[in-house]
C-alpha cells in the first residue's frame, strides 16, 4: 500500500540542524507535489514546503532561509534539511502527498537547550 515513513528527528540545541527524511513506497513521489507539515504541542498543523514535481519549493516565511526541502526521485525520498533550529520549530514533521492529503506516522523534532 501507499506508504510514508518520516525518520531523522531528535533532539538538538536551537542552531542545530537536522536532515529529515521521508521514504515512499507503494508509489512514485516523482510524479506529486509532496510537501512537508509539522504540529506543535499546543498548535494546530502547519505546512511548512512544499517541492513541485519540477523541483520548484516554497516555504512557510518563518522557516525560509532555513530550511531546504528537496527529493531525491531515485530513492523516491523526500528531504527535509534543517538549519539554524529555532525552539519554536518543535514539534511533529510529518511529509504528505499534497494533492491526496496523504501523510506518514511524523517524526519527533524537539529543539531545546
Known amino acids: 500500500e501507499v506508504q510514508l515513513v518520516e525518520s531523522g528527528g531528535g533532539l538538538v540545541q536551537p542552531g542545530g540542524s537536522l536532515r529529515l527524511s521521508c521514504a515512499a513506497s507503494?508509489?512514485?513521489?516523482?510524479?506529486?507535489?509532496m510537501s512537508w507539515v509539522r504540529q506543535a504541542p499546543a498548535k494546530g498543523l502547519e505546512w511548512v514546503a512544499t517541492?513541485?514535481?519540477?523541483?520548484?519549493?516554497t516555504y512557510t516565511d518563518s522557516v525560509k532561509g532555513r530550511f531546504t526541502i528537496s527529493r531525491d526521485n531515485a530513492k523516491n525520498t523526500l528531504y527535509l534539511q534543517m538549519d539554524s533550529l529555532e525552539p519554536e520549530d518543535t514539534a511533529v514533521y510529518y511529509c504528505?502527498?499534497?494533492?491526496?492529503?496523504?501523510w506518514g506516522q511524523g517524526t519527533q523534532v524537539t529543539v531545546s537547550s
Open positions: 507503494g508509489f512514485a513521489s516523482s510524479g506529486y507535489t
Open positions: 504528505a502527498v499534497t494533492v491526496w492529503g496523504y
Open positions: 517541492i513541485s514535481i519540477s523541483y520548484k519549493t
